[in-house]
Structures are given as C-alpha cells and as structure tokens.
C-alpha cells in the first residue's frame, strides 16, 4: 500500500521504518526535515508538506505532541485535509486527550475520508519488530479496513469502543507504568545503603510479584545507570512521561476523577526534569530518585 507518516518522532519513525520493511510504499513528512533523512536512506520518500503526504498516498498515520501540532498538522496551512482526501484512511496514533480525538475525527470524516484512532502501547523496539499493543477507538467498518496495516505494526490488536476509547485505554495503559517508574526510584532509595549490586536488584524485583513486564527489557540498563554507566538509547524521555501524566490529570479533571497518584507523580517528574533532563530516558526518573538523598 501507499502509506503516509506524518510525524517522526521516536516512534513515527520506528513505525515508518518497519512499514518500509514489510514492503509498503511510504511516505513521510516531518516539521523538521532532517528527520526525514533516515527514512529516505532506508526507501521513504519525503514530502514537503502534510498536503503533499496525504496526495501521495491511500492511508495516512500521524503521530504527533499534542493536540496543537494535530490541528496544525491537519488543518494548518498545506495540511493533511486541505486538498482533496475523499476516500483516503486517517490512522491517528497519537497520546492526547479523547475529546481532541473526537473533534478530529468529525473533521476528517467531513471531508469524506474515514478515521481511526490507535494510540499504541510499547517503545520503539516493539515499533520496529511489529509487536506493538494497539488501542482502536472506530467504527466497526473502519476497524476493520485499518486493521491489516496496524496488524503487521501490532503483536495485539483491541479495538476498544468508538473514537475515543482507544486514547482512554492509552492513558490507563500508561498510568501504571509512569506511577512505577517513581515508585522503583523510592524502593532503590530505600534499599541503597545495603550496598548491593543493582544488577542483582533488578534481577530479584523482575521475579516479585511487583516486577512489571518493562523490567524484563529495562532492568539491566536501568542497572547500569544506577552504577553510573550509559543506559543505552532513549526510547522514551522524561518530557513525554511529563507530558502523559497531563494529559492524564486534564482528563480525570474533565471526568470529574481525583488522580492523587498522579499528580504527585508528575511534581516528581517535573523535578527530574528541572535537575537530570527532559530528555533523559524515563527509567532514569528511578535512577534520580534513587540517589537524591545522596545528593
């Protein structure tokens, strides 16, 4: 198929990547062009506009910040649906509120082109071996003319209500994982002055009943921070944990639902960010807060 990607982030990359390696037509298009040089190398061809993206190809996959760079990206000036995309499949996987979903989705099925949302759960290893989990919010009948692309990016597929329900289901899949990485930072902190190798840390919590499955992956990184060393490729920052735990907050806040976890969650997030990086792996967030009574 003649597939767009708009948005190379991390993991639009990964994404496009993997759907030039499955042997799909791909084109790509980023804010920052340089971006589009290692898909270009790899057999993408680069568009100069999220127009000229959306003419080239029969379905579109963005995958962006937030709800801003959506509109732009969409409706902006030479934006995906400024010309004719009738007929044409969005596959929209960003992390943003529902709500933003669902006004984006009326716009595009406005134009006469079908919508799908499908955030997805995993980083960009699974992106690029195709073992994503995908969270579909859809019509029944768009479901299922998106699912053979997101089959071959997705190891499992839930299609989880109408538009909307895919990005609920992001942010609960999320929540966890975010939560913990803070909760492992204090058990560290805790367990620090036994002095023992955090290797065999890692190894022991990846066999508790509290051990979550991202040990299996993280844990001997992770460890290799903890003794100083480089913790390899960031797959996922500090900046996009502090920007999911808001997008959590602006939605329990919209429902009506305290989130205390969540929001002290973030404080501590936000502390990292202000004296590690943003753009530090999130994992490192345990690393700090594992240390920071030593500081």
């Not at 040089?37 to 993408?44: F, H, I, N, T, Y």
Request: proline share 5%; net charge neutral.
């Amino acid at each position: 198929m003649h597939i767009g990607v708009a948005g190379l982030g991390k993991m639009g990359a990964a994404i496009a990547l993997r759907l030039v390696e499955v042997g799909h037509a791909v084109a790509v298009w980023n804010r920052s062009a340089d971006k589009t040089k290692p898909l270009v190398e790899a057999g993408a061809v680069a568009a100069a506009t999220p127009a000229e993206l959306a003419q080239r190809s029969e379905t579109i996959i963005s995958i962006l910040t937030d709800a801003a760079a959506l509109e732009a990206v969409y409706t902006g000036a030479a934006g995906l649906l400024t010309g004719n995309v009738r007929g044409k499949l969005f596959i929209e996987m960003s992390t943003v509120q529902p709500q933003t979903e669902v006004d984006l989705a009326e716009k595009v099925r406005a134009t006469g082109a079908a919508f799908v949302e499908c955030p997805v759960g995993g980083s960009t290893g699974p992106a690029q071996q195709g073992k994503l989990i995908g969270l579909m919010g859809a019509e029944a009948a768009d479901a299922a003319r998106a699912k053979p692309i997101l089959d071959q990016l997705c190891r499992r597929l839930e299609h989880c209500g109408p538009v909307g329900a895919g990005s609920v289901m992001k942010l609960t899949i999320n929540m966890p994982l975010m939560i913990y990485w803070q909760a492992l930072g204090e058990a560290l902190a805790l367990c620090r002055p036994l002095g023992l190798d955090p290797a065999r840390i890692m190894d022991l919590l990846a066999d508790t009943s509290g051990g979550p499955n991202v040990l299996k992956a993280r844990g001997a990184p992770l460890a290799n921070m903890l003794k100083g060393g480089d913790g390899g490729p960031v797959t996922f920052d500090v900046d996009g944990g502090v920007k999911d735990l808001r997008t959590m907050l602006a939605e329990a806040h919209a429902r009506g639902i305290a989130l205390p976890l969540v929001e002290k969650t973030l404080a501590c997030y936000e502390e990292t960010r202000r004296n590690l990086s943003g753009a530090a792996e999130v994992s490192a967030v345990s690393v700090y807060w594992a240390n920071r009574g030593a500081r």
